[in-house]
């Protein structure tokens, strides 16, 4: 039993061989593999093939629209969550718990279920189906329902990463700011905002990221007609039940393409700024 | 001059504050709030009422939901536990451990947050297909994995993984040396101080990964519905069955389904709160 | 076998032990008896070994040279596991998830199915160890539960329940507020008188270290300054830093010439023990400097100010020949007047070499 090495804290080397080989072989099989099978089967017909597909109509209208709809989604949901984190962070009010559990509500419902509720609104039979129907106006199967699906599913993003930090912050520089003689507004573009650049950034980064690769919530309000309504992942899913299958992986190759950059900035982030982000692992 | 007493103060929702803007903010907050969720929310919570319980029941009943809402909720159980113990097992490797690779790997445990659903969706039906990578090998062993219960549990596996190991890597993190010295000076051996003194403080931060797992399994829907194979009684999960309700114009039925996953989800989230103020009255930390 | 029976302790020799921290040299040629049933201090600044030393002790360091030895067995090759000895961390390192009570037991419970006391036997020993350190009935309160010197006497109990040869403890009353651990200190003592153990603490408050301890250990830079028991070195330091370090200390600069040491011209009566020719420093505590009857004392100063204190009048004195001020007390019916020049005689000084080492915080500085 002897461990003269004098390093308690440690399992044998046998021991911890056999750990890191179990836990690399997990994270090659389930996590790995899936990423690597993407860019594989984008390829399978050569880099001609793959780049076709980038010709194609349909591809464009649905990049196109996913573009659009994270051009207004996230600087809408960057404006609320300032406009949150402002109000959580800076004052005092009943009920900020209950606030702050709201604005995390989207993580707790499945995405179809979020679809769900605006078809139900805006939706044929929904609440204000026959008033929309009434007045030639269209939500759900047109882009406005997917912008609003999408922001439902997003907004909490940018929230999340401010209000923690904001609050870690106080209010101390800005009332200094304020003696000072700078107005409100000043004091928040010049001390407020500098302040949690990184925590923002941060988040946009997760937002569009979310933002462009929502499916389930978007594939209910869409309506999947093609060349208008699909966005990039709903066009993957439509080539893939076709058997396009380069086609559908190539597109999917852009957004993991996407999802790999925004990982890449997200841990320089983390890693250059860590301190100033206060990340304590929620998702 | 003479000073009047101190008239009591009256009573405001905002503390005094010399910082301008909550009004604006707040108001914004609250309106966005309940545009975007609130109100679609109650609208569902307001049809869902409309059923009643007895239009739950009915709807919970028929037999191709019960079937799926049984799938979901055994399935994402089950692929829930499968990451609490590997998760484990990730979190402690690259916590302690040091080897070639570490960060790479560590970044990429946050794949399933990254990556979109329906290009997991796509990657896992492909590589476990008939033709796929691992499916071929598999199916020349007669396991079948594609278009099968075990598919689905395979993509719930793949969602899941990260919440056990963000969870579990700060605790360990915070571990002090100190009760591993503590419990070799008293003569414990490596093993019985992994099992008596280190993994219990971390059995909460496990519990919630493993909440947080599920809830997400539960709803989970573009990394599934592709390896799934949607096969009805077999493998069709309960988001799905909301869509075809919804293509059937069935908006009871799809909300039927809805209150219940949503009940379920708050459910886990619900325990998840209580262990951790439990584990943090009794033990005094996190 | 009862815990207030005296075990006799074992005595621990180490021998000439080194350890290095990549460049850095925690702890040079470091040579030491401790006789079985001593009670010692490891004092010293903090960086000064006196932590590494005690792991190394206890195992949980592994020295690059040397030997640990308990009694006549070399106890340098056994594992931490192996040794029994009862280590009280600093922060108490108790077991969060566990009742007070298991974690009294651990240790017990660890033991190979071969060695292991039955249940009822480890019951019986956690109440008799709950007694000694007055926590009765506490046995089903979680850590969190606690206050800080409860913690500290959970954590004393837990090591004592294995019966360990030695007993170590590091700065255990550290992060215990000053009222608590004065308390703890008194109880310590009386622990250690009644279990008979060796047992060896690390302090950085000398107050600590001389209150408690049968003989101290000062160390500096990985070097053992000094052993001795606590009126050895308050009497006999045997280097500044000794001197500096365990009580207050001012330095002022002489010159020794041929035996006879002189400050600012003046003849200072002291001998100076060998300390060859040139420049050198006599040392001195506050208190053996006083305002002599005029025309006698040794040095002179000038009085620079005059603050009254409660039972008189301090003054803060210039003393020729160097730039030192002092503070010294008198009655109030000392006549001494802002801007006189008044002597001053000198007791219990010693001169050491220029260039000796001294703790940087002495007195009123060097």
Redesign the interface.
Known sequence: MSNAAGNVRSERPATRRALIAVAIGFLALFLLSPLVVVFVEAFAKGFGAFAAVFADSEALAAIGLTLLVAAITVPANVVFGLAAAWAIAKFSFPGKSLLITLIDLPFSVSPVVAGLVYVLVFGAQGLFGDWLVAHDMQIVFAVPGIVLATIFVTFPFVARELIPLMQEQGSVEEEAALTLGASGPRAFLTVTLPNVKWALLYGVLLCNARAMGEFGAVSVVSGHIRGLTNTIPLQVEILYNEYNSVAAFALAALLASLALVTLGLKTLLEWRHGDALKTHGRH | MTLSPAAKAPWR???A??????G???G??LL??SL??????S??VW?ASGLGFSGLYQVATEPRVAAGLSTTFTISFAAAVIDAV?GL??A???T??E?PGRGL?D?????????????????????YGPN???GAPLAALGIKVAFTRLGIL?AL??VG???IV??V??ILLEL???????????????A?T?W??ML??L?PAVLTGFALAF?RA?????SVI?IAGNIAYVSEIA??L??VK?EQ?D?AG??GI?TI??AI??AA?LAINLVQAWSRK????V | MAVTEAIHGTAIRIAGVEQDFGSYPALRDVSLDIAAGELVALLGPSGSGKTTLLRVIAGLNTADRGAVFFGAENATRLSVQERRVGFVFQNYALFKHMTVARNIAFGLEARPRASRPSRQAIAARVEELLDLVQLEGLGSRFPAQLSGGQRQRVALARALAIEPRVLLLDEPFGALDARVRKDLRRWLREIHKRTGLTTVFVTHDQDEAMELADRVVVLNQGRIEQVGAPAELYDHPASPFVLSFVGEAVALPVTVTGGHVALAGRELHVDPHGVRDGAARVFFRPADITIAAPGGGSLEGRVEALRRTPSGVRATIAIDGSDQRLEIDQDLSAGAELGDKVPLTLSNARIFAYGDGVFEDAGEGI
């Open positions: 929702f905002k503390a504050s010399v910082l301008p803007g909550f604006p903010a707040f914004f907050t966005y709030l975007v969720v609130l109100f679609p929310l609208v569902l049809r590997f097992i990730v402690w490797v690259l302690r451990y080897f790997l970044a990429a445990v946050d794949l399933p947050f990254a990556l979109p659903t329906a290009v997991a969706g796509i990657s896992l039906a492909s590589l796929g990578f691992f395979v596996i793949f993984l990260p919440f963000r969870t890597q700060p002090e040396p100190e009760l591993e010295e503590a419990a070799a000076t008293l003569g414990a051996s490596r019985r992994i008596r003194v219990p403080p059995a809830a539960v709803g989970e829907y573009g592709f988001p799905l909301i869509v919804l114009y908006y799809a909300t809805a996953m949503l989800s708050f989230l009794r033990f005094g930390h």
